[in-house]
Nanobody, 124 residues
């Protein structure tokens, strides 16, 4: 069974940093991508960043380029999202998900398995 568990969310002041973790298990895919997404109440879920399991290639949404960094530790089956210079508008729930065929896009329908989410709150 594929499982994704996010952690690392919490409360931080504007301008601060947080690192989210996504622990993955139960994979049998040879090449896949892990993506981070976020969703505010009443709004659509948006892609943030993704990383390839095979070569570490990354893709970022324009809104987070230069502030967020996605990375992975394959030995730990964990993907991280380092978030710096946080803004109040970054206050949302963050989810990680797996794309079984590593399209390296942030299209939500391409992601097959999702975690339960972790809340990030940025105080202004």
């Amino acid at each position: 069974e594929v499982q994704l568990v996010e952690s690392g969310g919490g409360l931080v002041q504007a301008g601060g940093s947080l690192r989210l973790s996504c622990a993955a298990s139960g994979f049998t895919f040879d090449d896949y991508a892990i993506g981070w997404f976020r969703q505010a109440p009443g709004k659509e879920r948006d892609g943030v960043a993704c990383i390839s399991s095979s070569d570490g290639n990354t893709n970022y949404a324009d809104s987070v380029k230069g502030r967020f960094t996605i990375s992975s530790d394959n030995a730990k089956n964990t993907v991280y999202l380092q978030m710096n210079k946080l803004k109040h508008e970054d206050t949302v729930v963050y989810y990680c998900a797996v794309d079984e065929v590593a399209t390296m896009t942030l299209g939500i329908p391409l992601y097959d398995y999702w975690g339960q989410g972790t809340q990030v709150t940025v105080s202004s």
